[in-house]
């Protein structure tokens, strides 16, 4: 979302959390526990950082309303950070040609794909998933 808007940082407000008191909403903002145990956050943030870390921002794809596909590219290589802001699962038809490639979700897990001349069909949810494009 930064890149779209031209937003140049993005800020973390904690590396660790503050503390364990669950009655003190401050002590759990970290990406990892007050132990230095990875929350879900970190290997999301993991995931993005080492998936993009070539890649430049190139355009959203026009979709229908609360549907996002972001087209991020690398030489003749494309990465697109797919998600829905709609409250239930949306079934989405990226345009491609013909192709393979790998599925990968939020938090790192990965799924060879392969799809014809009609498109790469995709279920959506708030949580971004990737494909990148061979």
């Known amino acids: 979302m930064n890149e779209w808007n031209n937003i140049p940082i993005s800020i973390w407000y904690g590396l660790r959390d503050n503390g364990t008191d669950w ?6 903002f970290g990406l990892m526990d007050a132990q230095e145990q ?7 943030l993991m995931t993005i950082t080492s998936l993009f870390a070539d890649y430049q921002f190139t355009k959203r794809v026009e979709t229908e309303e609360q549907i996002y596909a972001l ?7 494309s990465i697109y950070a797919l998600w829905t802001t709609a409250d239930d699962v949306q079934s989405y038809n990226l345009p491609l040609a013909a192709g393979n490639g790998r599925l990968i979700s939020l938090y790192g897990e990965e799924k060879s794909v392969e799809w014809e001349d009609d498109g790469f069909e995709v279920e959506l949810s708030g949580s971004p ?3 990148e494009v061979e």
Do not use: W
């Open 23 to 28: 009655s003190n909403e401050l002590h759990h």
């Open 129 to 131: 998933v990737y494909l």
């Open 38 to 44: 990875h929350k879900p956050s970190y290997e999301a």
């Open 71 to 77: 087209q991020f590219t690398h030489r003749s290589k």
